[in-house]
């Protein structure tokens, strides 16, 4: 007999432990995850499990392991929510800095086929090196996207060889996964790190 599929995946965890930062109750998580409520009491226990929350009736909050995770988690990779409208516009966005990118690391189609992978349509992933730019593309970022360029330098400190994850999907879960999961398979260290 085979046992029930779980409804959410690995980057599901990491995104709802991400937005654990403060105290939060469990409505306010799942309508920002866009789980279901079980879905997310699931989550809620796998990260009870490894001492990185604790839940009163307030809501869920850090103990003090996780605040140290989730600065360790920081010091390698932030998600913004940050305005790139006319980027295709019709969809979800998700922008995800990887700052401690595996040293040459080779960007391809592969990455973009782990977001698609996790429900996203399709993903731009920029390297920084004195400015934005396209890894092996005849596209210049700042002349086609003016606006996005613009507002994601506003809201990111960019260091050589940083990484920008653009992801687009529907939904906010599926650009946010997608995103996480390229940051993942970019990241020996975060993979490490994120052992959940």
Do not use: W
Not at 82 to 89: A, L, Q, S
């Amino acid at each position: 007999m085979v046992g029930n599929i779980p409804g959410y995946v690995k980057t599901d965890v990491i995104r709802a432990f991400l937005l654990i930062k403060e105290n939060i109750s469990r409505n306010e998580l799942v309508k920002k995850l866009e789980l279901g409520e079980g879905t997310l009491r699931t989550i809620l226990d796998i990260l009870k499990d490894k001492n990185l929350i604790c839940s009163t009736k307030q809501g869920h909050s850090l103990t003090e392991k996780g605040s140290l995770f989730l600065k360790k988690t920081e010091e390698i990779i932030l998600i913004k929510s940050v305005n790139i409208g006319d980027v295709y516009p019709e969809l979800e966005k998700a922008v995800v800095l990887l700052k401690k990118p595996d040293e040459n690391i080779k960007i391809s189609f592969e990455q973009r086929d782990i977001a698609v992978k996790q429900g996203a349509n399709g993903a731009v992933i920029l390297k920084f090196d004195n400015k934005l730019y396209i890894p092996d593309a005849d596209v210049n970022f700042k002349e086609n996207y003016k606006k996005a360029h613009d507002e994601i330098l506003k809201c990111f400190d960019f260091k050589k060889g940083d990484i920008l994850i653009i992801c687009f999907a529907e939904s906010s879960r599926n650009a946010e996964n997608g995103a996480l999961a390229i940051a993942l398979s970019m990241s020996k260290e975060l993979s490490e790190l994120i052992l959940i």
